[in-house]
């Protein structure tokens, strides 16, 4: 707990690095240090998932009712 409350506090500093780059007009979620990774990930599971569904979708409307097989 002493950890805590000895901690320094980083909000200013913090506080200025964020506003700064806001004001060169970077978007908030690319601010921080692990945004480019989040991002990317996001993409990733977010496209991938569109994606399998397209394709599902489009064998479901040829008839097929499995992902690889003709039944």
Same mark, same amino acid.
């Given at each position: 707990?002493?950890? #805590? ?12 690095? !964020? ?8 978007? #908030? ?16 599971? %977010? ?7 397209? !394709?599902? %979708?489009?064998?479901?409307? #040829? ?9």
């Amino acid at each position: 707990m002493a950890g #805590l409350v000895n901690a320094p506090n980083r909000v200013p500093e913090k506080q200025r690095f !964020y506003q700064q780059a806001y004001k060169n007009h970077t978007r #908030l979620w690319k601010i921080g240090p692990r945004s480019g990774i989040m991002i990317t990930t996001f993409n990733i599971a %977010m496209w991938g998932t569109f994606g399998a569904s397209m !394709y599902a %979708m489009s064998r479901k409307v #040829l008839g097929y009712n499995t992902w690889f097989q003709e039944d």
